[in-house]
């Protein structure tokens, strides 16, 4: 994903002419850019073989899941939606996990008929319902049990789940009481630890710590966990500022742990695999220019991309091409919805833009069209992968009849 003599290219296929053969705004992807990601995730952590369970709420598009699941992935998923189409993707259940805190008991029953890999629960109210479950399909279930370690991520408050004010896992005091309750159940294998303290983690320093709390606590315990499943969080590069996760001094930080800990490491990455192989393909609608700043006003909006608005989250926009004409003044992208939160980022100089020009927003791919609405009543976008030269539609842009 480059530029070729001034014009951005995904793998072989220009921004343009994708912008011109299905319209805009579009959500993009490159099937080798996700190809990469995988292996390199998986060379980078090969020495503690992890289970890698792809993060599904990331992105759920079914192709993809399918991409992942001939590359020998499993799945995170968080809703009986989810596990569906991880099925239908062709997703071993052995390799899927149910993570959430407010699982329905249909959602129980129904996973517990797939006999999928783990049910990681974060209260006793769910560990009882699951028993009774079992009770009644004369199963024993596979659970893991979320610990709380307390741990700051040191990310963007709204996307922490480690902290004691977190809705998410148990504190250490609950998590020992429901071990000692329930490791002797006739209904429930614990088989798991489950932790995961935040999404967009660009340092080690959280992870050590975590995993120090984790450690203590097992050894507080004394119980033999068959998984110890580390959920995912690791961050991406979307800014160009450099920060992004240390693969591996995070690997040796578990490699340390797990001396002391012999269990099966279980990853659930959704960001790291799909985040920096998507893009939003968008038109300048117009261009209006004020004494401050230049507003410019693009076909997407909040409800194609609602990280900005949701998290203020920063993604870099890019032109489709490229000329030398720059031009020293605020531009701030914005979307056409009728609320202030609707934009995208604000630059201090941009290169000399018009109406009607092809723009890239970057790194949408995890988080993105997932997030996506019909807020306005606006359609949402098509979703292509590009694989070398090939373009192919894997959703269809939404049409407004239908959604009337």
């Known amino acids: 994903m480059k530029y070729k003599k001034g014009h951005f290219y995904i793998e072989n296929v220009s921004a343009e002419r994708i912008a011109k053969k299905f319209g805009t705004p579009v959500y993009v992807y490159s099937y080798e850019k996700i190809i990469s990601n995988i292996y390199n995730f998986q060379k980078n952590f090969k020495t503690?073989?992890?289970?890698?369970?792809?993060?599904?709420?990331s992105n759920s598009n079914l192709q993809i899941l399918n991409l992942i699941s001939k590359l020998g992935l499993g799945a995170d998923v968080v809703s009986k939606g989810e596990l569906v189409r991880a099925l239908n993707a062709k997703i071993k259940p052995e390799k899927i996990v149910f993570s959430g805190v407010g699982k329905t008991i249909e959602e129980l029953k129904f996973a517990i008929s797939k006999n999928i890999l783990l049910i990681n629960t974060e209260s006793e109210n769910e560990i009882v319902e699951i028993e009774k479950i079992a009770r009644k399909s004369k199963k024993k279930i596979n659970i893991g049990i979320r610990f709380n370690p307390d741990t700051d991520a040191k990310t963007l408050k709204n996307i922490s789940t480690g902290k004691r004010e977190n809705k998410f896992?148990?504190?250490?005091?609950?998590?020992?009481?429901?071990?000692?309750?329930?490791?002797?159940?006739?209904?429930?294998?614990?088989?798991?630890?489950?932790?995961?303290?935040?999404?967009?983690?660009?340092s080690h320093v959280p992870y050590k710590n975590m995993l120090n709390a984790v450690n203590k606590?097992?050894?507080?315990?004394?119980?033999?966990?068959?998984?110890?499943?580390?959920?995912?969080?690791?961050?991406?590069?979307?800014?160009?500022?450099?920060?992004?996760?240390?693969?591996?001094?995070?690997?040796?930080?578990?490699?340390?742990?797990?001396k002391k800990n012999n269990s099966k490491i279980i990853f659930e990455p959704g960001r790291s695999i799909?985040?920096?192989?998507?893009?939003?393909?968008?038109?300048?609608?117009?261009?209006?220019?004020?004494?401050?700043?230049?507003?410019?006003?693009?076909?997407s909006a909040m409800n194609d991309l609602i990280r900005p608005a949701?998290?203020?989250?920063?993604?870099?926009?890019?032109?489709?091409?490229?000329?030398?004409?720059?031009?020293?003044?605020?531009?701030?992208?914005?979307?056409?919805?009728?609320?202030?939160?609707?934009k995208f980022l604000s630059v201090d100089r941009y290169q000399k833009i018009n109406q009607r020009d092809i723009v890239l927003i970057c790194d949408v791919g995890a988080y993105g069209m997932v997030l996506s609405s019909n807020y306005n009543l606006r359609p949402k976008p098509p979703e292509i992968l590009i694989n070398k030269s090939s373009a192919k539609i894997i959703t269809k842009r939404q049409k407004l009849n239908n959604i009337i």
């Open 48 to 57: 503690i073989n992890p289970l890698i369970c792809f993060s599904v709420k």
């Open 169 to 202: 896992g148990l504190t250490k005091e609950k998590f020992l009481y429901l071990l000692k309750k329930y490791k002797n159940s006739k209904f429930v294998n614990i088989d798991c630890l489950s932790v995961h303290i935040g999404s967009q983690i660009t």
């Open 217 to 258: 606590i097992i050894q507080n315990s004394k119980y033999k966990f068959k998984y110890i499943d580390l959920g995912g969080g690791m961050g991406i590069n979307y800014e160009n500022n450099s920060h992004k996760l240390n693969y591996y001094k995070y690997k040796n930080l578990i490699k340390s742990f797990l």
């Open 274 to 299: 799909i985040g920096n192989a998507g893009y939003l393909i968008s038109k300048i609608i117009y261009i209006k220019h004020t004494k401050s700043k230049n507003f410019v006003i693009l076909d």
């Open 310 to 342: 949701l998290y203020g989250a920063k993604h870099r926009i890019i032109p489709s091409k490229l000329n030398n004409k720059k031009i020293k003044k605020k531009h701030e992208f914005v979307g056409p919805i009728c609320e202030t939160t609707d």
